[in-house]
């Protein structure tokens, strides 16, 4: 699906970023604040990210040999912080993605399931329809058979 394509799905994405904005923010401060949360989950994804940021750049440019310098802790912190967030906003707009499709998938098979039954009840009523014309035809023929046999009327 192409979000410019459709003005309300744009609408709503930015809804999205914009609610999870806040909650991103917050949870960046406490893991500025929190040294456990600094020393283990925002450090290492922040210098694995400038690592590999910094890898190719120097193979774009050439350098194939040159040794990059981790970043102080104060940066990495900071960088940390910012890719939690981003991380999380994704997967909030993420989450919200699987959840639509999944109403969405839901409405498809309840429709779906409406219609198996109205074709079921339609193929049930031209089989009862059936029968029925079936039983008559018996009967119309059983009726033609004895007005072959009734005597002729007589005059008086």
Known sequence: MVVGAFPIAKLLYL??????????????????????????ICLPPAQMYHWIEMRTKMR??????????????????????????????????????????????????????????????LKTEIAELTLTTETLDTQLKEVKRLLLYLPAPTKK
């Open 15 to 40: 809804g999205v970023r914009q609610l999870s904005k806040p909650v991103a923010n917050r949870i960046k401060a406490g893991a500025r604040r929190s040294e456990f949360f600094k020393n283990y």
């Open 60 to 121: 774009i440019m050439g350098f194939k040999g040159a040794t990059i310098k981790p970043l102080n802790e104060d940066a990495a912190a900071e960088l940390g912080a910012e890719l939690l967030g981003e991380a999380i906003i994704f997967l909030i707009g993420g989450g919200c993605m699987v959840v639509e499709y999944s109403r969405q998938a839901a409405n498809s098979r309840r429709k779906e399931e409406e219609l198996n039954e109205t074709i079921t009840s």
